[in-house]
């Protein structure tokens, strides 16, 4: 008798994750929210976040600003 073959082989499972190095927006981000927060620290972070991403346009960290 032929055997049967199961037409879902399973991937093998992956353990481990490599995590990926934070991007410079990620980088830039983690050093700018707390000096916006501490230069207006009524602001809530929302707030905050939105004003740190705004000053993410013109950092020369940005790699478009970088040319």
Do not use: C, I
Not at 20 to 49: C, D
């Amino acid at each position: 008798m032929p055997k049967v073959t199961d037409s879902k082989a399973k991937a093998p499972v992956k353990t481990t994750k490599t995590a990926r190095p934070p991007s410079a927006y990620n980088l830039f981000m983690k050093t700018e929210l707390p000096k916006v927060k501490a230069a207006n620290p009524e602001m809530s972070h929302k707030e905050a976040f939105k004003a740190a991403a705004g000053n993410w346009k013109s950092a020369p960290e940005n790699p478009v600003n970088q040319k």
